[in-house]
């Protein structure tokens, strides 16, 4: 018997984006690799999302839509893990897309290095599309210790969507709900559980600017954004009580996060609670002392 393809599950939230969503859909169905199983989560659109995910999975069977109150993005996501049955699993943004190769790219490295996770860079381009760019040639390096090695390699990011996860990775996990930058804490649980990962030099995904359409990164900062940041890094400094290297660089990415909530409250005037406005230095002899007694 023919042992049946790798069945890779595309997670993508939708909200309210009628203007990119089909560029997004088309970019999924037309991947040269097709045993994909795509879940769209309408997550309570008032424009025409709901509409074109209906003529959408109407014409493909491989398309699930799932329809919910709005929950936002980490909610939307959920929704769709809670729900994948496949082998390995992708978020994809509905404002962004996929160049045609990038599905087959990322099960290529996978399969070369042995890894349940890999990472890509990515393209970043204005309101048009640039058109699909043929693959070249990628470099695909085996890692040890995704933690340690998350940190550092910025063209890596830390967002959930340039990244390829084995479905037993992510099939307990889930985002934090309410927070904005949700996708930071969720990587360093992830990278910390993962034993090895493939980086591949080459950008396996697009990310719009849409012509400066509305952006979290790009607006404000503001008190909740201030309150997620701190949400994320309670979270991350909660991770592998174990201790060990994991523990370690777990607390060294909430110190990078700490390190840019206070610079950014800074610049937007916003004040932070006590424990988390003290001073780096102050900050260092705690986390000194604290090693000293564990």
């Known amino acids: 018997?023919?042992?049946?393809?790798?069945?890779?599950?595309?997670?993508?939230?939708?909200?309210?984006?009628?203007?990119?969503?089909?560029?997004c859909l088309e970019s999924v169905l037309t991947q040269d690799y097709g045993e994909l199983e795509v879940i769209c989560v309408n997550d309570g659109s008032t424009d025409s999302s709901g509409d074109i995910l209906r003529n959408f999975a109407a014409r493909d069977p491989r398309i699930k839509v799932i329809t919910?109150?709005?929950?936002?993005?980490?909610?939307?996501?959920?929704?769709?893990?809670?729900?994948?049955?496949?082998?390995w699993v992708m978020f994809v943004d509905s404002d962004d897309y996929l160049p045609s190769y990038a599905v087959s790219a990322f099960l290529d490295a996978v399969r070369r290095t042995g890894c349940p996770l890999a990472a890509s860079e990515r393209y970043v381009v204005d309101a048009l599309p640039p058109?699909?760019?043929?693959?070249?040639?990628?470099?695909?390096?085996?890692?040890?210790?995704?933690?340690r090695n998350l940190i550092g390699k910025r063209k890596m990011q830390s967002s959930a969507w340039n990244k390829f996860y084995s479905a037993d990775l992510v099939r307990n996990r889930r985002f934090i709900e309410g927070i904005y930058f949700e996708d930071w804490p969720f990587i360093t649980e992830v990278f910390g559980v993962a034993e090895s990962f493939a980086l591949i030099r080459h950008?396996?995904?697009?990310?719009?600017?849409?012509?400066?359409?509305?952006?979290?990164?790009?607006?404000?900062?503001?008190?909740?954004?201030?309150?997620?940041?701190i949400t994320g890094i309670k979270h991350v400094r909660a991770l592998f009580?174990?201790?060990?290297?994991r523990r370690r660089y777990a607390r060294k990415r909430a110190d990078i996060a700490l390190d840019m909530l206070r610079k950014r409250a800074k610049r937007a005037g916003i004040a932070l609670p006590p424990e988390y406005a003290k001073s780096s230095l102050w900050r260092r002899i705690i986390s000194f002392l604290a090693g000293r007694t564990r």
Do not use: H
Request: net charge positive; with cysteine.
């Open 241 to 245: 009580p174990e201790g060990g290297w």
């Open 68 to 87: 919910q109150e709005n929950r936002g993005l980490s909610g939307a996501r959920n929704s769709g893990l809670e729900v994948f049955t496949g082998d």
């Open 203 to 229: 950008p396996l995904y697009v990310y719009c600017l849409n012509g400066g359409a509305p952006s979290i990164l790009r607006s404000s900062f503001t008190q909740k954004k201030a309150d997620s940041y």
């Open 131 to 147: 058109g699909d760019r043929a693959p070249l040639p990628s470099e695909v390096r085996r890692f040890g210790k995704p933690l």
């Open 1 to 23: 018997m023919e042992k049946r393809k790798d069945l890779v599950s595309v997670i993508i939230p939708v909200y309210n984006v009628e203007r990119f969503l089909a560029r």
